[in-house]
């Protein structure tokens, strides 16, 4: 899951440029370490959203539009990551537990909120009752549009 943390340099570097090529960085960068299809396409996907909301912001279905075309379109092989979307698109929870660290959870949720216009507090409370106290924050910086630079977790006290 920390993978996704990836998508917000790319999907800003990437702003000017097509989803083509913003898949190709994605693809580059996770080969390095996570060359699973389903993280090059979650990448890809959020840095594509991220790209559209800097030039339309507060286009929340514009951002999500952008991604699903884009996933759709590469058929088969992003099948898994287009799911994931219906599910956001759905409003489906799902649970952060048992694999917290799964691409698919940080992901279905940072699209499920973006689509609901969920305000950042109200983003953050629900990922931190999940239990994830800290790349899921990342997370909800997308679907907000907010800047965050510093945070104090609720539940242990700690900050970035």
């Not at 396409?41 to 286009?59: E, F, M, Q, R």
């Not at 305000?119 to 239990?131: C, N, P, R």
Request: with cysteine.
């Amino acid at each position: 899951m920390p993978y996704l943390r990836y998508s917000t340099p790319i999907g800003i570097y990437g702003h000017k440029l097509t989803d083509e090529e913003i898949y190709h960085i994605a693809n580059e960068d996770g080969l390095l370490s996570h060359p699973s299809p389903c993280c090059i396409g979650a990448v890809t996907c959020y840095s594509l959203a991220i790209a559209h909301l800097i030039h339309n912001p507060g286009d929340r279905s514009g951002a999500f539009g952008r991604a699903k075309v884009w996933v759709e379109s590469r058929g088969q092989q992003m099948a898994d990551v287009a799911g994931w979307l219906t599910d956001a698109e759905n409003n489906v929870a799902v649970p952060y537990y048992p694999a917290p660290g799964w691409v698919k959870i940080g992901f279905t949720h940072a699209f499920r909120h973006l689509l609901l216009g969920t305000s950042y507090l109200d983003a953050l409370k629900e990922t931190l009752a999940g239990g994830i106290h800290n790349i899921f924050l990342l997370l909800t910086d997308l679907v907000t549009g907010r800047r965050r630079y510093r945070y104090e977790c609720m539940h242990c006290g700690r900050t970035n």
